[in-house]
Nanobody, 126 residues
Framework: QVQLVESGGALVQAGDSLRLSCAVS?????????VGWFRQTPGKEREFVAA??????YYVDSVKGRFILSKDNAKNTVYLQMNSLEPGDTALYYC????????????????????WGQGTQVTVSS
């Protein structure tokens, strides 16, 4: 059983920064996990934002150069540093996990990921 807990969402102004956290806990500690971030706004599908798999980082084009993934192995926590926030970044942000994947894994699709957190709200005012 894998549990994910997100935190760090807030109401901020355009241009501000936020850091989201995703704490990963897994009872058996048998596997290592890739962690992804998705976001969703009302009436829209969950959108891929970023993912960390081994030491590889993937970002959607709209956040490249603004969002940065990092990981604290001792805390089993993945961070999404979000800089230069824009109103278009407003969404409910979810982290997701799946066992470390190879090249054929479609990380862009939400349905590819096995485990999900409850979400944390990010609101960016103009």
């Amino acid at each position: 059983q894998v549990q994910l807990v997100e935190s760090g969402g807030a109401l901020v102004q355009a241009g501000d920064s936020l850091r989201l956290s995703c704490a990963v806990s897994e009872q058996s500690s048998k596997y290592d996990y890739a962690v992804g971030w998705f976001r969703q706004t009302p009436g829209k599908e969950r959108e891929f934002v970023a993912a960390l798999n081994w030491n590889d980082r993937y970002y959607v084009d709209s956040v490249k150069g603004r969002f940065i993934l990092s990981k604290d192995n001792a805390k089993n926590t993945v961070y999404l540093q979000m800089n230069s926030l824009e109103p278009g970044d407003t969404a409910l942000y979810y982290c997701a996990a799946t066992p470390l994947f190879t090249g054929s894994f479609d990380y862009l699709r939400a349905t590819s990921w096995d485990y999900w957190g409850q979400g944390t709200q990010v609101t960016v005012s103009s």
